[in-house]
């Protein structure tokens, strides 16, 4: 039995939050408590890296596989990475330590119950990504509303009871339908092991139902149009910190599993239902982006960006080509670092000014010039401009979508210059033109720690863009592998 | 020569409830001897059962209308638990309210004997005795603070309302034993057959009466008023203990003299869970006092509980018992939270009261969270696991329906229990409540939320000892 590093991963968090709920809270900036979050967060991450060092590419079974008894003769805790899922679990160790470096000035009140609320999301998230079994799965699947909730209730914004409960029973309501449906396949099955679901294959005449209980909890979490309305007001309502983790992290969960129960565990009925989902991302990528043009608040625009992006990453899935779904897992990924950097920067100058309305901004390039060369690049890597991990994504998403269908590609094309219009449009009128607002020729530039958060999220984008492969060797061959499967899965019936 | 052993327990509680009634005449100034004997009793017949029942698969005694075994054995232990746990943490609420007295503790006693012989009854005679034994005592416990209105009013509408579910009970039995020509369980089982077209009302009847003392909609009228008024160590009490009997009565009933008329009740109990969880999950929404919020949530939580039994499955008992286990658990958590909420000998129970409580005590209100998340089923809480063993079960029975319905008003249920977590986490803070509460209460409180917290850890083994359990 080797060292159970992915139990490890998933627990250290919540040894961290322990023993930060062992310590006294003090008023204001608890430092104690912020460097024990942060030193927890980065071995996670550290050893997350050390998982991806000896993490074997060639491969796409399941490796670092931890398979132990957990209710008898019923249910196993089981988890494992391969190609796809890795990827995920870097990005989530990497993204919730530059939170915590992040709560600085966002977080007022009570920061050391708000580190605990990050610790234990991030251990949830973790096992979201590992969970190779779909009880084991379900279970942290819901267990990171606790948390969320908590986040966006307490540290929240004006409305934050509102978006909270939204939040929480939109996407409450969402599971459930698949609490029913992975029950029913251990009926139907007589386990809940994914990977031996892979090899036994569920029977097609029950495929179509289950896919769609599925698909009811992925869509809400995703969130495809119309269940997406969540989404802006759990956005602009939470702290910085929050945004940063339920944009990064928490919306990729769904497409997480679109890729490893919808497609793995049902191809048939994924082939069926191809065209409501090609329907419903056309419909998000295009209808949201012209709503995000229309905001007038900075963090909701971002947040229907996210809609829009996430659009993107559902029709690459179900493209079913291997360019359309490695395209989906690098916008997955690169959506993760964008989008949280680009909540970064908006909480950068809203702690300074407490507005995130575009109109109080403006010439702000004047008074603050490093923020809006960093604002510059996340701006861009949101567009996809070549050069940054956002542009693979996409590009890789439209050629898959090119070669399965046409038309969907060509409306999926005008969502791109949607997405440049909106976000040009937007930096636009935060960084350039006259600086009217006479506070903003107070505004400080960022401080140290921004800075070193914004470049820490700025290199990978970067890198990622002129040097895809690491990304696409991890996930070349579990892809290559997904597909086959499900067109032998397909071809047989 | 019948082995007396088997119903020792029952034998030495009564023992002990006349010695104890003796001696609280005889001395004066009794009342803390009296608690202290009580719980020595209860826990000496917990360990009795354990030791002389717990191994029986299954014995009957005079002439069949006892029956000992592996449900009943199980059952009688988590009532007696259930009854020490509340006896152990009433005293200070009693003292408060100057109603600390010998009647109390020989009340809760009398009654759970009363429960232990329905328990054990494979009789229809010996099953109404016993259930009259503990409601009797029941009506006397929910008056039990006499001085104030509300407590007697409670008092009179759950007389009422039990003697009437009682009086339908009887009928029922009544009519059983007119088509079966017998009392005994086994041999109306064997007697009974679905042909007899008046033998559906006594069914009938019988589920009617077994619906009220279980609080099921629609036969749940009595069930917020007499929460809301009863002293609230009694209703804590009336949410545990008696729903376990009932519930034990439920499934004897229906797997045993009833098992051959699984389609003439199937129907019934599917409706009476459907309707108790929507009922349950909608009307607690606008309450604004926390008993009768949690009478409500109790309704819907039966409706959990029934689901697992309408299944006509081992599995469905099974998982039914460990819901209301689980239950039970969440329950005395969140009543131990209830009665912390003291400030100067004056205790809260409004809903409003919590607002902010987070600020000013951090400990209860994450025991809160926690015990409300439990309830409203979110993982990995146990009030998650019960609900997924229950519809597991269901599910067996591709009782899709039931399940989805059960499921969709979770959600709705979810709503209220988040609306106290954002009273006590979003809202101002009200002024401090005392903290010096009894030890036996802040131990309570703590091992019953460690264990909500837990139990995902260990989950095998509440399954293997319910596993036990088979009743078909």
Request: hydrophobic share 55%; proline share 3%; aromatic share 14%.
């Amino acid at each position: 039995m080797n060292f159970p590093i992915l139990s490890s991963l998933i627990l250290l968090p919540i040894v961290g939050a322990l023993f930060l709920f062992f310590t006294k809270d003090k008023e204001g900036n608890n430092l104690t408590a912020k460097y024990v979050a942060l030193f927890t967060t980065v071995v996670n991450f550290l050893i997350s890296i050390y998982l991806w060092i000896s993490f074997d590419q060639s491969t796409s079974s399941f490796q670092f596989v931890e398979d132990r008894v957990w209710i008898e003769g019923f249910i196993n805790y089981k988890v494992g990475v391969d190609g796809i899922s890795i990827l995920f679990i870097i990005l989530s160790t990497f993204i919730t330590p530059i939170c915590i470096i992040s709560v600085n000035n966002s977080v007022k009140n009570r920061l050391r119950d708000f580190l605990i609320a990050i610790l234990i999301m991030e251990s949830f998230m973790i096992g979201v990504f590992c969970a190779l079994d779909l009880v084991v799965f379900y279970l942290f699947f819901e267990a990171g509303l606790i948390p969320m909730f908590l986040i966006i209730g307490i540290w929240g914004g004006a409305r934050r009871v509102y978006s909270a409960f939204k939040f929480f029973l939109y996407t409450l309501l969402g599971s459930v339908l698949m609490l029913v449906a992975i029950i029913s396949i251990y009926w139907i099955t007589g386990t809940t092991d994914v990977v031996q679901l892979y090899e036994i294959g569920i029977d097609v005449k029950y495929q179509n139902l289950l896919w769609l209980a599925f698909f009811s909890s992925f869509a809400v979490k995703t969130p495809m149009w119309p269940v997406h309305t969540w989404l802006p007001d759990a956005h602009v309502e939470a702290p910085t910190a929050g945004s940063v983790l339920l944009a990064a992290i928490l919306l990729k969960m769904a497409g997480y599993g679109f890729i490893r129960f919808s497609l793995g565990l049902f191809p048939i009925a994924s082939e069926v239902f191809t065209p409501l989902i090609y329907t419903l991302s056309v419909i998000a990528i295009i209808f949201t982006s012209l709503i995000a043009l229309m905001q007038e608040d900075m963090k909701k625009l971002i947040a229907y960006s996210s809609v829009a992006h996430m659009g993107f990453v559902t029709l690459g899935i179900f493209t079913l080509q291997q360019q359309g779904i490695e395209g989906s897992i690098i916008q997955m990924i690169s959506h993760g670092l964008v989008s949280a950097a680009l909540f970064l920067t908006v909480g950068v100058v809203y702690d300074r000014m407490h507005s995130r309305l575009i109109s109080t901004y403006g010439g702000l390039v004047s008074v603050i010039p490093k923020y809006s060369i960093l604002f510059m690049l996340f701006a861009l890597a949101s567009l996809g401009l070549p050069g940054t991990s956002g542009f693979i994504g996409e590009f890789l998403i439209l050629m898959g979508a090119f070669k399965d269908n046409f038309l969907v590609a060509v409306i999926a094309s005008i969502g791109v210059i949607l997405g440049a219009a909106y976000m040009l449009w937007l930096y636009k009128r935060v960084v350039f033109g006259k600086l009217i607002n006479e506070d903003l020729k107070k505004i400080l530039d960022l401080n140290r720690s921004e800075y070193f958060i914004l470049s820490c999220l700025a290199a990978p984008i970067l890198f990622f863009g002129f040097y895809p492969d690491p990304l696409i060797n991890t996930i070349e061959v579990s892809v290559t592998d997904l597909i086959n499967m499900h067109n032998s899965n397909i071809a047989s019936k | 020569m019948e082995n007396l052993n088997l119903v020792l327990p029952e034998i030495f509680i009564s023992l002990s409830i006349m010695f104890l009634l003796v001696l609280g005449v005889f001395k004066k100034d009794s009342s803390k001897i009296t608690f202290i004997l009580s719980l020595f009793t209860i826990l000496i017949t917990a360990i009795i059962t354990i030791n002389e029942t717990f191994s029986v698969s299954r014995e009957t005694l005079f002439n069949e209308s006892v029956v000992i075994d592996s449900l009943s054995s199980l059952m009688k232990i988590i009532t007696l638990v259930g009854g020490f746990l509340v006896l152990v943490i009433s005293s200070s609420y009693l003292k408060t309210f100057k109603i600390y007295n010998i009647e109390y503790p020989i009340l809760i006693l009398s009654s759970i004997l009363g429960m232990m012989v329905m328990i054990s009854s494979n009789d229809l005679i010996v099953f109404y005795m016993g259930l009259e034994l503990q409601s009797l005592a029941l009506y006397v416990l929910a008056t039990y603070n006499r001085d104030q209105l509300k407590s007697s009013e409670a008092g009179l509408k759950y007389f009422v309302l039990s003697a009437l579910s009682s009086g339908l009970l009887l009928y029922g039995c009544s009519l059983v034993y007119g088509f079966s020509g017998s009392t005994n369980f086994d041999i109306i089982s064997n007697q009974l057959n679905s042909n007899e077209y008046f033998l559906t009302f006594g069914i009938v009847f019988i589920l009617v009466g077994l619906a009220f003392k279980i609080s099921a909609v629609p036969f749940h009228m009595w069930a917020p008023d007499v929460y809301e008024g009863s002293p609230t160590t009694v209703t804590l009490f009336f949410t545990m203990v008696p729903k376990i009997a009932a519930l034990t009565v439920f499934i004897r009933f229906l797997y045993v003299p009833f098992l051959n008329l699984i389609d003439q009740w199937q129907m019934i109990i599917v409706f009476l869970s459907i309707a108790s969880m929507i009922f349950g999950a909608v009307a607690a929404i606008g309450q604004t006092n926390i008993k009768r919020l949690i009478a409500y949530s109790s309704i819907s939580h039966i409706g959990y509980t029934l689901a697992g039994l309408a299944t006509a499955s081992n599995e469905g008992i099974q998982s039914s018992i460990i819901y209301i286990s689980i239950y039970v658990v969440m329950n005395l958590a969140l009543f131990c939270c209830l009665l912390m909420l003291r400030r100067k000998d004056q205790y809260y129970e409004d809903i409003s009261d919590l607002s902010g409580l987070s600020k000013n005590h951090p400990i209860l209100s994450l025991c809160l969270l926690v015990i409300l998340f439990s309830l409203a089923g979110i993982p990995p809480l146990a009030g998650f696991f019960a609900k997924f063993y229950v519809f597991i079960a269901v599910l067996e029975q591709s009782m899709y329906f039931l399940a989805i319905v059960g499921l969709l008003s979770t959600v709705v249920a979810a709503f209220y229990y988040l609306r106290i977590i954002k009273i006590i986490y979003f809202d101002k803070e009200k002024d401090k409540y005392d903290t010096d509460h009894s030890l036996w209460l802040k131990f309570s409180l703590t091992v019953s939320t460690i264990l909500i917290l837990l139990y995902f850890i260990f989950p095998s083994q509440l399954i293997e000892v319910v596993s036990r359990i088979n009743i078909i």
